[in-house]
């Protein structure tokens, strides 16, 4: 009889053993999901998050320029006016450090410093007027306007 009894105390050991095993790896299969689980969820709130990376590209404009603004290949676009208020001090200030090629626009009274396709660079384009000293710069309404190709000559000389 002892023999049985310890068979079958044997028997209920490797049994006891090959459960653990099982369940060692029931846990790891469940830690395995659970961190990618956890991992897919916080990437997507990362994604929705007010706090991610911006991705705004940003310009780089070195002034004086002879040209202000982008250059037209021709066609119909939408262009961003760049304006500051009309003063003769503006006109001298704008035209002599920053775009040489700023003219008085009569239809709002004002300077158009520049014009841009890319509504982006136009809004970069107003922050760095109010940073030196053009409080009044701001982006006009978008227009839709046909242009013919923008001549590459200087309009400085």
């Known amino acids: 009889m002892s023999d049985n009894s310890n068979l079958e105390q044997q028997i209920l050991k490797a049994l006891q053993k090959h459960q653990a095993a099982k369940l060692h790896k029931a846990r790891l299969i469940f830690s395995i999901i659970a961190g990618l689980f956890v991992t897919i ?3 997507k709130c990362q994604l929705f998050s007010p706090f991610r990376q911006n991705t705004k590209q940003y310009y780089t404009f070195k002034t004086p320029m002879s040209f202000c603004g982008d250059k037209s290949a021709g066609g119909t676009g939408t262009w961003y006016p760049v304006y500051v208020d009309d003063s003769a001090d503006n006109l001298i200030q704008i035209r002599k450090f920053y775009c040489c090629d700023a ?3 009569r239809s709002v009274n004002k300077i158009l410093v520049a ?6 660079k136009a809004e970069q384009f107003v922050a760095i007027l109010k940073n030196k000293n053009f409080p009044s710069a701001y982006l006009g309404s978008g227009r839709r306007i046909t242009t013919s190709p923008t001549s590459s000559q200087d309009n400085c000389l």
């Open 115 to 120: 014009s841009f396709y890319n509504r982006s």
């Open 103 to 105: 003219a008085y626009e």
């Open 41 to 43: 969820i916080l990437s």
